[in-house]
């Protein structure tokens, strides 16, 4: 199956796991094994009406013969999670597409420290289960805001990693609320960070990790949703294709992958976000003006790449190496 090519896979089971989750349960019709994939590893899930996002795989990846995903039935769904919630049944067929890891473990490290805030567990927990298996260190913390609202306890609970993992709950006891700079500045030194979850929690985390001088080759991230970009000061600027001289306008209310698909140049999108890094294009000359979550602070200083889904110019013009 290659990255591009899509598979169809039947609803075997579909689970409320906590308040506003359900997890779902995906299978080749005819029984057959499933792709492999590996810890950090998402799937795009193909919806009606041309949706398509990605969610985390959070099985064993040692099973061959299912997928299992989590959803968050989000108030401000942009039709994906509300369609998997409340149209999608045990039985039914999705398209989904090959698993991707834009999220992978770092197989050297010493020890690996896992902060998962709400449904952002389910990389993690995927995480969790295979440094078990190969017996390699680490330790959970798994915030939420209640009891109520925490997906997968008893499946933790009952592991075989279950006291390497801590639960924090924001309605629970102040002593037992994670702080989150202590933490990070007792971690094992050359210990690896691996974060997931709302985007305010990530923040945090990630911005205590800075401050505490956490290298960024330590820091592994992954966002689920992007806040929206305020657009009030966008204005108009033009890309050129190196490979075919083509200068395009991209007006102040298209973003440049709507620019270039308006002139036929096909640019792969998936999540639209800037997340999922499916559109990521080499920048030969210009200034990006980054609105991703995708590449890094280190990888966005060097301009040399962009998302064309979200991200626009500071520079009057963008030079990619695309062609018509």
């Known amino acids: ?177 994670l702080e989150i700079e202590r933490l990070l500045a007792s971690a094992e030194e050359g210990a690896h960070l691996y974060v997931c979850g709302p985007g305010g929690f990530m923040d945090a985390v990630l911005n205590a990790a800075r401050a505490l001088g956490w290298p960024a080759h330590r820091l592994h991230y992954e966002f689920f949703a992007a806040q929206a970009a305020s657009t009030s000061g966008d204005a108009s600027f033009q890309v050129r294709l190196a490979r075919s001289a083509k200068v395009v306008t991209v007006p102040a209310d298209r973003t440049v992958a709507e620019a270039l698909a308006d002139e036929g140049v096909d640019v792969p999108v998936s999540c639209g976000q800037g997340i999922c890094g499916t559109c990521l294009t080499r920048v030969l000359d210009g200034e990006p003006d980054h609105r991703d979550l995708y590449l890094s602070p280190d990888e966005q200083a060097r301009n040399d790449q962009f998302t064309p889904c979200c991200s626009r110019a500071k520079s009057r013009m963008l030079v990619l190496d695309l062609y018509l």
């Open 1 to 177: 199956m290659s990255a591009t090519s899509t598979l169809n896979v039947r609803v075997a089971r579909k689970r409320i796991e906590a308040s506003d989750i359900c997890s779902f349960e995906l299978v080749v019709q005819d029984g057959a094994p499933l792709p492999a994939f590996e810890p950090g590893s998402h799937i795009d899930v193909h919806l009606p009406a041309g949706i398509t996002r990605q969610y985390s795989l959070c099985n064993d990846p040692a099973e061959a013969h299912r997928y299992l995903i989590a959803v968050l039935k989000d108030p401000a769904s942009r039709g994906g999670s509300r369609a998997l919630h409340d149209t999608v049944h045990e039985g039914d067929v999705l398209s989904i597409g090959a698993p991707r890891n834009h999220f992978a473990l770092t197989q050297d490290a010493r020890r690996h420290l896992l902060l998962a805030g709400g449904i952002g567990v389910t990389p993690l927990l995927c995480m969790a289960e295979q440094l078990a298996a190969t017996g390699r260190a680490f330790e959970m913390h798994y915030c939420a805001r209640s009891r109520e609202r925490t997906a997968f306890v008893e499946r933790i609970r009952t592991s075989a990693f279950a006291a390497r993992v801590h639960f924090h709950f924001g309605d629970g006891a102040a002593d037992e609320r």
